[in-house]
């Protein structure tokens, strides 16, 4: 309006129509009436003015709404891509998904599916629930403190991800009060302690039980293996904040306390903190829990005790110490393998494999440990060989009238030429190899090293076809006896040869070394010790346990049993006392040159993921355990993958949901052959609970 009257001023003009637009601009400025209409106040003028103006509107409507209307088709477009794209994950996703993952999505589905029935977004609940759950598994890469720069572990997910309960008199259990419970808080020095801790120390010093690699308690030896992994601070696993930890690692020690030092036990009763755990495990009672522990159960209720980690030595004891059960009944009432927590054991059976797979695979199975440092630092190998020094076959297995015949032509085959041309033995040239072999690895390894095939120990033809030495005990006798029978007598010279040993060396330990197969029955379980001792001396074993599972197999697919072991029928092998029938010699006889190799190189690969140290190291001392040097071998970095697969309880909820269904098909069948039954079994005379009809004492020899 400004603007108009100045620019009317400075041309004077006296037109009407510049004074018109004077007058209506200083009327609309001021809105002054005037009894006179001005001009254009007629209703004709009015009409085509209000035309004018609904033209010109419509003009700039036009105008302003076409960046809208691109505006909004773009974002719509965009809105439709993300449709398109999330619809293709989820496709994706049920295509990719089998096993444990597809049934942890099926959970979440139905999680989600209660929750779009309570107003939730369906299956946008179920894609935000994987995003979250695959984000704890992918987690970003952490920073490494300078001081754990040495460290193996330093690139896990778990490293100082692993919270260790404090034992009472150690320096945590003093200064962290946020872990005690109130039992413990008030004179938390005053604390008793653990009853296993006085006995690891007494048996760590005399060099008793479990701690002495020359006896057979140290096939019980897993609980301490594994504390020394988790509390030695060169494994950097361990943190001081059980906030930010992913696994709970609780030190109690079964074995250390119910043996007390001795291989034979005098007392079977349950312990009071055996007690405390199961009570936590199967009611969720924590008390017992706070109050012998003395430590908070916080932690046990984060996640109902599905990230915590317990260990079982024993293959017929766990928390409780039963007398001749055997298969299920230990793994579900002695251990509590179908309950929350991250068993470690030694041992599962086919049975209890394929009848709870979900609570199998939540679990870890490891090896029967070997302890002797002789057996990695390769003062075995040189011990060995100085006593076979004056054997006709020492360096030419050829001349062994026990070895067979397709190991015969192996040798043959691998006979070289030294610099001065003389012959040298195939058995030389495998002490030679295992000597550079040990000699070569052990500079500058690192102690991490993610299964590589360059550390796997090299193993060559033997000079005896087979070994056997299994008393007659445990489950299998009559297996046991035939086994016996027909090595003495059939075995086409291995049993004189080894009985022509020295006699330091006709032990099985050193004659494993010797032999090309040695046969393996099960023992008081269908797991035994004999079965890894003859994976680590290169003997390929020959398995005769229907329900045995070798470890890192059907749980965690890092071996493949057919490629390293023969399975046969035992009840092919039982009473059978004449050679001219089926026997173990006449079965390997037919073994070609190719195929035994073929299982010696994934012999190699076994005995590596089943050795605690590391083969070849020479700075190893003989006793590893008791010096407290940190487990570096090849089954270190397989039990840490397998604890990455389950942290935070990721395994649980499979496990569980398995559980429930069974329960609830018992149920069923108890109501429809008993309907007066309540629902979680009848009473009666001397009877509980009764048990789930899968729940079998299962062991085939």
């Known amino acids: ?172 259990w003093i200064s962290n009060p946020s872990i005690r419970s109130s039992a413990s808080d008030a004179n938390p020095q005053a604390f008793p302690q653990y009853p296993w801790q006085s006995i690891e120390n007494r048996t760590c010093t005399n060099n ?34 059980p906030e930010s930890a992913k696994l709970f690692y609780v030190p109690y020690l079964p074995t250390m306390e119910f043996h007390d030092g001795r291989l034979d036990p005098t007392d079977y009763s349950t312990s009071p903190y055996a007690q405390a755990l199961m009570d936590a495990m199967t009611h969720q009672n924590y008390e017992p829990w706070e109050r012998r522990f003395g430590l908070t159960s916080k932690y046990w209720k984060r996640r109902q005790g599905s990230d915590h980690i317990l260990v079982m030595s024993e293959p017929c004891h766990g928390l409780t110490h039963p007398r001749n059960e055997r298969g299920n009944q230990v793994y579900l009432h002695s251990q509590y393998q179908t309950h929350s927590p991250i068993i470690i054991s030694v041992e599962l059976s086919k049975t209890f494999v394929s009848m709870y797979p979900n609570c199998a695979r939540k679990n870890i199975v490891l090896p029967y440990p070997n302890i002797d440092g002789m057996w990695f630092n390769g003062r075995f190998e040189s011990k060995m060989s100085n006593l076979t020094s004056r054997l006709d076959w020492h360096d030419d297995i050829a001349k062994s009238p026990a070895a067979l015949e397709a190991e015969r032509y192996a040798a043959r085959m691998a006979t070289v030429s030294s610099n001065n041309g003389d012959s040298v033995g195939i058995e030389q040239q495998q002490r030679q190899r295992e000597m550079q072999h040990i000699d070569s690895t052990a500079a500058a390894v690192s102690p991490f090293h993610h299964d590589d095939a360059a550390y796997y120990p090299k193993f060559h033809p ?12 445990g489950s299998c006798v009559a297996l046991r006896k035939s086994l016996t029978t027909t090595f003495d007598q059939c075995s086409a010279g291995s049993a004189a040869t080894i009985k022509s040993l020295p006699k330091k060396i006709r032990k099985s330990i050193f004659t494993y070394k010797q032999a090309t197969f040695c046969p393996c029955p099960g023992g008081d379980t269908p797991s035994a010790k004999r079965m890894f001792d003859a994976v680590l001396s290169g003997c390929i074993p020959i398995i005769l346990s229907e329900d045995f599972v070798w470890p890192f197999t059907e749980l965690d697919n890092k071996l493949n049993p057919n490629d390293f072991s023969i399975s046969l029928n035992a009840s092919d092998y039982v009473d059978n006392d004449k050679c001219s029938t089926n026997t173990i010699q006449s079965y390997i006889e037919t073994i070609p040159s190719s195929e035994i190799e073929r299982l010696r190189t994934g012999l190699s690969k076994a005995a590596y993921l089943f050795s605690w140290y590391r083969h070849g190291d020479v700075s190893l001392p003989n006793s590893p355990l008791r010096e407290g040097v940190l487990p570096n071998g090849g089954l270190v970095d397989a039990l840490i993958a397998a604890l990455e697969d389950r942290a935070e309880g990721r395994r649980w909820p499979a496990c569980k949901a398995e559980m429930d269904r069974k329960h609830q098909e018992h149920n069923k069948k108890q109501q429809q052959r008993h309907p007066q039954t309540k629902e979680h079994g009848r009473r009666g005379k001397g009877k509980g609970k009764r048990r789930l009809d899968d729940e079998v004492d299962a062991f085939k020899c």
């Open 208 to 241: 008793l039980f479990q701690f002495d690699p020359k006896k057979p308690g140290s096939q019980f030896a897993t609980e301490l293996l594994v504390k020394e992994l988790m509390t030695n601070p060169r494994s950097c696993l361990r943190t001081h904040d």
């Open 462 to 473: 033997r000079p005896i076809a087979q070994v056997y030495g299994a008393g007659h005990h």
């Open 1 to 172: 309006v400004f603007d108009v009257h100045t620019s009317s001023a400075t041309t004077a003009s006296s037109s009407p129509s510049s004074q018109a637009v004077m007058v209506r601009s200083t009327a609309s400025a001021c809105a002054t009436p005037s009894s006179t209409p001005p001009h254009g106040s007629h209703p004709r003028e009015i009409r085509r003015r209000n035309k004018t103006g609904s033209r010109r509107r419509r003009q700039f409507a036009f105008i302003f709404l076409i960046p809208i209307t691109l505006l909004s088709w773009r974002q719509g477009r965009l809105l439709q891509d993300a449709i398109d794209a999330q619809q293709k994950l989820m496709h994706d996703r049920r295509e990719m998904l089998t096993g444990d993952d597809l049934h942890q999505h099926l959970l979440l589905a139905e999680e989600s599916g209660s929750s779009s029935r309570n107003g939730g977004g369906g299956e946008k609940d179920v894609t935000s629930a994987m995003n979250d759950r695959q984000h704890t598994q992918r987690q970003p890469q952490h920073i490494v403190d300078p001081q754990d720069d040495d460290c193996p572990f330093k690139h896990s997910s778990l490293y100082r991800s692993i919270y260790v309960y404090p034992s009472p008199g150690e320096d945590e």
